[in-house]
């Protein structure tokens, strides 16, 4: 089930093995599994829709860093 989140820090990831690429601060949803953490968010204007995977690890990390807000 997708949550609601805020990036409100400095969030980075990888599109394969490219350079890292940051989100931009805002809302997103996301979905966890035990593996990965799938966030989705709108660019601004709402036209184009973005989203990305990462290992949940690192998406715990930003977390606990704060850089990611979870809604309660």
């Not at 989140?5 to 400095?10: E, H, K, R, Y």
């Not at 969030?11 to 949803?29: A, C």
């Not at 966030?39 to 290992?55: D, I, K, Q, R």
Request: aromatic content about 6%; proline content about 6%.
């Amino acid at each position: 089930m997708a949550q609601s989140a805020q990036i409100v820090g400095n969030v980075e990831y990888r599109d394969g093995d490219g350079p890292s690429l940051v989100i931009r601060q805002g809302p997103v949803e996301v979905s966890t599994t035990p593996q990965d953490a799938t966030l989705s968010w709108e660019e601004e204007g709402g036209e184009v829709h973005s989203s990305t995977s990462m290992p949940i690890a690192d998406f715990q990390r930003y977390v606990a860093e704060g850089a990611i807000r979870l809604a309660a």
